[in-house]
């Protein structure tokens, strides 16, 4: 299985998504600021990835403090945190990620200072473990609503690479496969950082799991020829109410699923949930730079000067969502119930 991150001698190593599929090179983060920096830059993305990579960066500036005592410690470990929470606003795992170890350095007052930074390296390592543990209940649970012989749609990449491993949304394909069910993925291309077309691509090849790459704007064609069967979608903070935020373009994709009469599921751990907000409406939605628009391989294909927006997320409205995909088990609508039924 890939490695998406990975925790060794001391470093935080990922494989640069930023280079995929064209080279696999490894990049390792020193500091906590490196792992911020990684995030910002999208060597490292998706949510549950985003999380894990964060909690492991706690780790590493809980590393590096020179402290005699808790308060002070915990004083520059909380600086180092808010600072790393900020590095991308949209997926709430980063968030929780950072909150889990604030959590565990707070229930750990009494133990010594090396005893604590050992105690925030554990938590850091089993974040990463139950990451891939959650994903493959996902595809135990997510599988079972996947027919022999389908065609899933996905978009953007919500697979090993945005996950510890195993993936969410192609964990659910991944578990379908491995249970012997005939299935083919297609991959809409996800404009404008092509996760997609470089990165879920990839992955399924690498497992030889069937896989065609179409453009953003070939999904409703392909739903009108009845040749999809079904769309499974990753998430990147889900509201009480069960709408979800995603990678930009997932509205659309969900849109033309209910006029199509296809269900649309979105697999996600129960740390995507963010049930503090009532809706969608709430969820802060990242902007990213124009130049990921207006340029393709740092070539610009718009003229200079022309305007650009960057929205990288949008949100799906719950009554478009046929089911939550969680590692808890399945929730189905009305949402605002059986998503607090799984978190009790
Ligand atoms: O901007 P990205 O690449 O971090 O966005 C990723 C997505 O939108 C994924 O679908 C989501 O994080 C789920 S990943 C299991």
């Not at 992955?203 to 070939?218: A, F, G, S, W, Y």
Request: with cysteine; hydrophobic share 45%.
């Amino acid at each position: 299985m890939i490695k998406t991150v990975e925790y060794i001698d001391g470093k935080v190593r990922m494989i640069d998504q930023t280079r995929l599929p064209l080279e696999k090179v490894f990049v390792d983060c020193q500091t906590i600021e490196d792992v911020d920096n990684a995030i910002r830059t999208m060597i490292i993305r998706g949510a549950p990835a985003i999380g894990v990579a964060a909690a492991m960066g706690v780790s590493l500036a809980a590393e590096a403090i020179g402290a005699e005592d808790f308060d002070t410690f915990y004083a520059k470990l909380e600086r180092k945190c808010d600072a790393l929470a900020k590095s991308r606003p949209t997926a709430v795992n980063l968030a929780w990620g950072i909150e889990r170890m604030k959590k565990v350095a707070c229930n750990s007052k009494d133990m010594s200072i090396p005893e604590l930074k050992r105690r925030l390296k554990q938590e850091a390592l089993d974040i990463c473990e139950e990451d891939i543990a959650a994903n493959k209940a996902i595809g135990r649970h997510g599988q079972a609503l996947i027919s022999d012989n389908s065609t899933v749609l996905t978009h953007c990449n919500a697979g090993a690479l945005a996950t510890a491993g195993f993936g969410t949304a192609l964990g659910v394909v991944r578990a379908a496969v491995n249970s012997g069910k005939n299935i083919n993925v297609l991959a809409d291309e996800t404009r404008p950082f092509l996760q997609g077309a470089r990165l879920t691509v990839w992955e399924l090849m690498e497992d030889n799991i069937p896989v065609k790459l179409i453009t953003d704007n070939m999904s409703g064609f392909f739903m009108s020829n009845n040749q999809i069967d079904v769309v499974v979608v990753g998430a990147d903070r889900i509201a009480g109410n069960g709408d979800v935020a995603n990678k930009i373009g997932t509205y659309m994709v969900a849109v033309m699923a209910q006029k199509h009469g296809i269900p649309f599921y979105v697999a996600a751990p129960i740390s995507t949930l963010d049930l503090s907000l009532a809706s969608g409406a709430e969820i802060p939605i990242e902007e990213r730079s124009e130049k990921e628009v207006a340029c393709i391989n740092n070539k610009r294909i718009t003229p200079e000067g022309a305007g650009v927006a960057h929205p990288a997320f949008d949100v799906t409205p719950n009554d478009l969502v046929s089911a939550i995909i969680t590692d808890k088990g399945i929730a189905k609508p009305p949402f605002t119930e059986s998503l607090k039924r799984l978190t009790q």
